[in-house]
C-alpha cells in the first residue's frame, strides 16, 4: 500500500487506511480526507431525505390541495353524466359547490370520500337551512334508497378514522391530478360507479 500524500509504502493496519503515519502532512491530509468523506455521506443523506422533508413541511397545505382536487373530481364525475341540477333543491347551478354530506369540520375521515361530495349550488351548499333534507331527497332521487343509508349511516362508520402520513398524503394528490388530466379516458357506466373506482384507484379508503 502506498500511502495517498506522500505515495511512500507502508503497512496499513486495517484495509481502509489510506495514509501512512510517517509525517504530519500524512496525518493531516488523512484528517481533511475523512472530514470530506463525512461531508459526502451527510449531503447523500439530505439530499436522500429532502424530498420527505419537504412532503412533511407542506403536508397542510397538500391536505387542502387534496380535498380541493377531489372536490373538482366529484364535480366532473357529476358534470360528465348530465347531472346538472343541485343535489339539495334540483335547480339548475351557476355557481357549482362540491357539498359534503357528512360536514368537513365534524367528519374529518370522511372528507376525501367521493360518495360523500356532490354538486350543489353554492346558496344551498352555504346558507339553505333545509341542506341536509334536500340533500337526503336528492341522493335518494338519484341513486336509490340503498345508495343514500349508505352515504347516510354506513359511510361515517365504516371508516371512522383516516390517519393518513404526510407522504400518503402527497401521492394521493398526484394520483386525483392525474385522473382529473386524463378523466376522458376512462369508461365509467354511471356517475356512481365513476365515485367507486376512482376511490379504489386514489386508494386512501380502502
Known sequence: ???????????????????????????????????NKIKEKQLKDWNKEKPQRKIKAYSSRFKKELENNINKLSKMIDKSFGHTTCIDCSNK????????????????????????IHSARAYCNQ????????????????YG??????????????????????????DALQTVRKLIKNFDTYKFKDARHARTMCNKIISIYK
Open 145 to 170: 334508497k340503498d345508495y343514500l343509508d349508505y352515504v347516510k349511516d354506513e359511510l361515517p362508520l365504516k371508516y371512522d378514522h383516516l390517519g393518513l402520513k404526510s407522504n400518503e398524503i402527497h
Open 127 to 142: 346558507y339553505s337551512s333545509e341542506h341536509k333534507v334536500g340533500y337526503r331527497t336528492g341522493l335518494e332521487n338519484r
Open 1 to 35: 500500500m502506498r500511502c495517498k500524500e506522500c505515495k511512500a509504502k507502508f503497512e496499513p493496519v486495517n484495509f481502509l487506511q489510506k495514509f501512512c503515519k510517517g509525517s504530519n502532512d500524512c496525518l493531516a491530509a488523512e484528517a481533511l480526507y475523512n472530514l
Open 93 to 116: 347551478m351557476d355557481l357549482v359547490h362540491a357539498a359534503h354530506f357528512h360536514n368537513v369540520s365534524g367528519n374529518e375521515n370522511i372528507r376525501y370520500h367521493l360518495d360523500n
